[in-house]
Nanobody, 122 residues
Framework: VQLVESGGGLVQAGGSLRLSCAAS????????AGWFRQGPGKEREFVAT????????YYADSVKGRFTISRDNAKNTVSLQMNSLKPEDTAVYYC????????????????WGQGTQVTVSS
């Protein structure tokens, strides 16, 4: 499965962005998916994950209440709506997919995108 992220860009603090991740295969519908980010000089960190049918979601404490993960299995996409952005949200955001949510959360997912840059100015 190939994953391609889009929607990154430059936004002022307090603004919003919506990231999308498009999968190349319909089998994506049976996979859990998630978002990670890696800021300058930092390790890649978990942001959010969603089950194959969208019924279960998890968020990092740092984004809870501001970010929302969703998916559209008819379009083979998963999205991340990011509101109330802060400068510390600046990072490259990566999409990931796997059959297991725990594997995604522990950065062991089988499939990764190339990332999209999000920059939040103060």
């Amino acid at each position: 499965v190939q994953l391609v992220e889009s929607g990154g860009g430059l936004v002022q603090a307090g603004g919003s962005l919506r990231l999308s991740c498009a999968a190349s295969e319909r089998t994506f519908r049976s996979y859990a998916a998630g978002w990670f980010r890696q800021g300058p000089g930092k390790e890649r960190e978990f942001v959010a994950t969603i089950s194959w049918n969208g019924g279960v979601t998890y968020y990092a404490d740092s984004v809870k209440g501001r970010f929302t993960i969703s998916r559209d299995n008819a379009k083979n996409t998963v999205s991340l709506q990011m509101n109330s952005l802060k400068p510390e949200d600046t990072a490259v955001y990566y999409c990931a997919a796997d059959t297991s949510i725990p594997r995604i959360q522990t950065r062991l997912a089988d499939y990764w995108g190339q990332g999209t840059q999000v920059t939040v100015s103060s």
